[in-house]
């Protein structure tokens, strides 16, 4: 295959290899940022030197007290709180396995992806233990480790949240299940042990990171320490000296069990000794307004949701007006980018929207644009250091720039395959070890990347292809829409037509107006034939409408 000129390359001097393990780059972090805050929650904060005793102690709990082995499976379920972190990488350190499970699952969902991944350990939220006690009889679970929001905070504020949060807020769920181990107390324990050096390498496993397949149930990416360490330092050489070791903050509102959050924000911030601002709800926008207008912070990250109802959210403008001059850099990932949106966010705060793009089967990120971009270029930019990035046709053959093919990508970043799956695994690959994203997108001569739509979503009418993303970025331009999903349904003339599901803004939106509206921007074959007004679509947890589940409530009577 031909080698594409760059036309903007990021660095290619990385050093991939420069940890051999997560447990390792915690370490030298905390050894090196110490007295610098690492970590804030609802006005508390710690510092990596409190971070790498808390790590320690849980990793010590879990080799020592509940004597687990090296890769044993640890699932942590729980919103973005102080014990997120700790949980994560105090299991890290420990040589166990993480499984990162949403706190909105169900119990169904809850239930396959703790029994297929195996998973011995789970740390929960009391809020989500209603949903966790009816998935357990169905898993291999036999340690469940509960936690309450403040258990970290000092007191008596420790004491204050959790009873308002249980008591006040009436968020907490009746639940009974005597063998649970409470987190505070299993920190305290755990700080009796030194933790024992888990011996990790880069070819052992850091996480099984469950996706949606092109078909059937989730699958897990299997992730491992030099992936993981790989796409931090490729992140890292990307931001370049945009950002400044220990003196940033980050605000981490989408949830860290996304592996797009994860990265950028956990561990790459790890790394740079930056202060993660945890935002444990972001869907409550009074109180993320209001700690953004409280907290000095110079980076965000966030999907095009997230931005849009930060934008329309109320107090937003007092927000900025208080950290005018901090921030600087703004990045969008998990979803396109609507350049209206970006508009707005450039004009409301002063620093543009930068759109990268990356799936969680390469760790996640795979390409962005420039960090200190101007503006937003409605591109993904060009691949980071280390990574190539191939169009192929359905014969896996390579395409001339500008034509559009399945986006595939290689690199040190890319996953051994799937967890206990090799079907799956083997189909994700091509014989020459290009990961198949199941994205479609053009390359230009100069390697800049750009995303038209998910090849799964493509919708085929008389022969003829009509990409989702390209009608939604139409139908949202009508100022009487909020939000539009658009999914493919049975035709008999066609094969399939076109069908919307739109979130009114204006509540006198009527189907003809929007009918009209699609006229004048759409191509005759990609008319919607169906219009059908919702109060809300299906969404997933970090706000991409989940065509999927439009599918099949069309086709459920």
Not at 442 to 449: A, C, I, K, W
Not at 490 to 518: I, N, Q, T, Y
């Amino acid at each position: 295959m031909k080698q594409l000129e760059y036309a903007a390359p990021p660095p290619a001097n990385v050093d991939v290899n420069a940890y051999r393990s997560l447990a390792a780059l915690l370490e030298d972090s905390c050894r090196r940022f110490a007295d610098k805050p690492a970590f804030a929650s609802m006005g508390v904060t710690i510092s990596f030197h409190q971070f790498e005793q808390l790590t320690a102690a849980f990793a010590g709990y879990l080799q020592n007290v509940l004597r687990l082995n090296k890769g044993d499976r640890v699932a942590v379920m729980l919103p973005n709180i102080l014990q997120t972190p700790v949980a994560i990488l105090g299991a890290l350190r420990a040589g166990m396995t993480v499984v990162n499970v949403s706190p909105l699952y169900t119990a169904p969902e809850l239930e396959f992806q703790l029994a297929d991944a195996g998973a011995d350990t789970i740390v929960v939220l009391e809020n989500f233990m209603h949903t966790l006690l009816q998935a357990l009889p169905g898993t291999p679970v036999r340690n469940v480790i509960v936690t309450q929001v403040g258990d970290l905070f000092p007191h008596p504020r420790r004491e204050l949240v959790n009873f308002a949060v249980r008591r006040l807020g009436r968020k907490v769920p009746a639940w009974n299940l005597p063998s649970a181990r409470r987190f505070e107390r299993a920190i305290e324990e755990g700080a009796l042990y030194l933790p024992a050096d888990a011996a990790l390498t880069g070819r052992d496993l850091a996480f099984i990171q469950y996706t949606g397949g092109t078909t059937g149930r989730p699958k897990g990416a299997m992730l491992t320490h030099a992936n993981m360490v790989a796409n931090v330092q490729q992140t890292a050489a990307w931001i370049g000296s945009r950002l400044e070791e220990g003196e940033e903050t980050v605000v981490t509102a989408l949830p860290l069990d996304h592996l797009f959050a994860l990265t950028a924000n956990l561990l790459v911030f790890l790394k740079l000794g930056g202060k993660n601002l945890l935002i444990p709800d972001p869907r409550d926008l009074a109180s993320f307004v209001a700690q953004l207008r409280k907290n000095r912070f110079t980076a965000i990250t966030g999907v095009n949701t997230l931005f849009r109802a930060l934008l329309d959210a109320p107090g937003f403008d007092a927000a900025c007006a208080a950290n005018r001059g901090n921030l600087k850099l703004a990045v969008a990932g998990g979803m396109a980018m609507q350049r209206e949106v970006a508009e707005r966010w450039q004009a409301a705060t002063g620093v543009p929207i930068v759109e990268g793009y990356g799936l969680t089967e390469a760790a996640p990120i795979v390409s962005a644009n420039p960090a200190d971009s101007a503006g937003f270029s409605g591109t993904l930019g060009w691949p980071l250091p280390r990574t190539e990035v191939a169009i192929l046709d359905d014969a896996q053959r390579p395409v001339a720039p500008g034509i559009l093919g399945e986006i595939c990508v290689r690199g040190p970043q890319v996953m051994p395959g799937y967890w206990r799956a090799p079907e799956e695994t083997a189909g994700a690959f091509t014989a020459d070890g290009w990961l198949r994203t199941g994205d479609m997108g053009r390359m230009d001569e100069h390697g800049e990347l750009s995303f038209v739509d998910r090849r799964k979503d493509i919708i085929v009418i008389s022969g003829l292809k009509a990409y989702p993303a390209e009608i939604e970025e139409v139908v949202r331009r009508h100022p009487g829409v909020k939000e539009v999903g658009a999914v493919g349904v049975p035709d008999p003339r066609s094969g399939e037509a076109v069908a919307l599901f739109v979130v009114k803004r204006d509540p006198g939106l009527e189907a003809d107006a929007l009918r009209r509206h699609c006229r004048a921007y759409l191509a005759p074959y990609m008319q919607p034939r169906h219009i059908e007004f919702r109060e809300q679509l299906p969404m997933s947890p970090v706000g991409k409408v989940l065509r999927r589940m439009l599918r099949d409530q069309l086709r459920t009577p």
